[in-house]
């Protein structure tokens, strides 16, 4: 089983900046994959970016491409993601998740990952 903790949501204006983390526990494989997703209120959850759990490999979403960067501490067990110029739409609730392998085909695919954390709210005010 594994465990997914995200913290580091809040209130910014547009234009700035956060940083989310997800603290990983349990059994953690070097073949896992790390994700980030976003939900809205009233739309669907979103692919925002993964990464292998060996830091080689990342995903994005192209509505975040250029502004957002993922990143993995395998020392920590910690992922993170920078978000750099923020706007109005980025708000949303943004969920770590987890899966086994890196498949290029179904990284934004949020049926294929297993392993889910709580969500952190982040809201971008105009």
């Known amino acids: 089983q594994v465990q997914l903790v995200e913290s580091g949501g809040g209130l910014v204006q547009a234009g700035g900046s956060l940083r989310l983390s997800c603290a990983a526990s349990g059994r953690i494989f070097s073949t896992f994959v790390m994700a980030w997703f976003r939900q809205a209120p009233g739309k669907e959850r979103e692919f925002v970016a993964a990464i292998s759990w060996s830091g080689g490999t990342t995903s994005y979403g192209n509505s975040v491409k250029g502004r957002f960067t993922i990143s993995a501490d395998n020392a920590k067990n910690t992922v993170y993601l920078q978000m750099n110029s923020l706007q109005p739409e980025d708000t949303a609730v943004y969920y770590c998740?987890?899966?086994?392998?890196?498949?290029?085909?179904?990284?934004?695919?949020?049926?294929?990952?297993?392993?889910w954390g709580q969500g952190t709210q982040v809201t971008v005010s105009s």
């Open positions: 998740a987890a899966r086994l392998l890196f498949v290029t085909a179904t990284i934004h695919d949020r049926t294929y990952y297993n392993y």
